[in-house]
């Protein structure tokens, strides 16, 4: 169960944090 969770847990990390850092760059852009 832990390892199924971590596992989800680090797709879902891993799109987010590529989201989360386009977005940021897009911030930076227009800043």
Do not use: P
């Given at each position: ?30 800043k």
């Amino acid at each position: 169960m832990t390892r199924k969770k971590v596992k989800l847990a680090f797709i879902t990390d891993d799109s987010a944090r590529r989201e989360s850092y386009n977005k940021r760059k897009k911030g930076l852009i227009k800043k």
